[in-house]
T-cell receptor, first 113, second 115 residues
Framework: GAGVSQSPRYKVAKRGQDVALRCDPISGHVSLFWYQQALGQGPEFLTYFQNEAQLDKSGLPSDRFFAERPEGSVSTLKIQRTQQEDSAVYLC???????????FGAGTRLSVL | DAKTTQPPSMDCAEGRAANLPCNHSTISGNEYVYWYRQIHSQGPQYIIHGLKNNETNEMASLIITEDRKSSTLILPHATLRDTAVYYCIVRANTNYGGSQGNLIFGKGTKLSVKP
């Protein structure tokens, strides 16, 4: 079956623009995670959904970051008024409720100029 | 902060076994050891996990010491395609309550497999 799909793979934004990053999890996976990965670093947790409920958003770096998963499937990470420090790879992962192995997408590389 | 310590880099000859160490001296009784790897320009890929017994699958073997304070990931016959950053992560497996448990990555070990 299909894995986790993210789009776009690459995004270039001018400072101050809003961006939206999409994640299609594995079908039937209840849990969905977003991570941010800076160059040369390991991924860092941003937020977590169980179905449509956002149960943990403790890793979101500022109120410019917003995530949603309205129907409990596809999720969107939105960044408003992008800044240069937002440049990173944004990774999405999903897992089945009763198992804790997280499966990752290939990520979206965001470059803010 | 990551609860694990790994060497920043290692080299391995193609066809040889690659042994990647990880220290997790503060691991709790309910925490598992997970290994993921990340090949350049891809997302992290699950390899294997274990609680206290040694584990083996089609990708690798995981050896956990009896006191559970350290572990070793073994790739029995490394190939050039195994060149990647390998992350050792400890995490409780919980399905109860709120968060299912995000993964806390450190910087991992960059494994270079050379011909």
């Amino acid at each position: 079956g299909a894995g986790v799909s993210q789009s776009p793979r690459y995004k270039v934004a001018k400072r101050g623009q809003d961006v939206a990053l999409r994640c299609d999890p594995i079908s039937g996976h209840v849990s969905l995670f977003w991570y941010q990965q800076a160059l040369g670093q390991g991924p860092e947790f941003l937020t977590y959904f169980q179905n449509e409920a956002q149960l943990d958003k403790s890793g979101l770096p500022s109120d410019r970051f917003f995530a949603e998963r309205p129907e409990g499937s596809v999720s969107t990470l939105k960044i408003q008024r992008t800044q240069q420090e937002d440049s990173a790879v944004y990774l999405c992962a999903s897992s089945a409720y009763t198992k804790n192995i997280q499966y990752f997408g290939a990520g979206t590389r965001l470059s803010v100029l | 902060d990551a609860k694990t310590t790994q060497p920043p880099s290692m080299d391995c000859a193609e066809g040889r076994a690659a042994n990647l160490p990880c220290n997790h001296s503060t691991i709790s009784g309910n925490e598992y050891v997970y290994w993921y790897r990340q090949i350049h320009s891809q997302g992290p890929q699950y390899i294997i996990h274990g609680l206290k017994n040694n584990e083996t699958n089609e990708m690798a073997s995981l050896i956990i010491t009896e006191d559970r304070k350290s572990s070793t990931l073994i790739l029995p016959h490394a190939t050039l395609r195994d060149t990647a950053v390998y992350y050792c992560i400890v995490r409780a497996n919980t399905n109860y309550g709120g968060s299912q448990g995000n993964l806390i990555f450190g910087k991992g070990t960059k494994l270079s497999v050379k011909p």
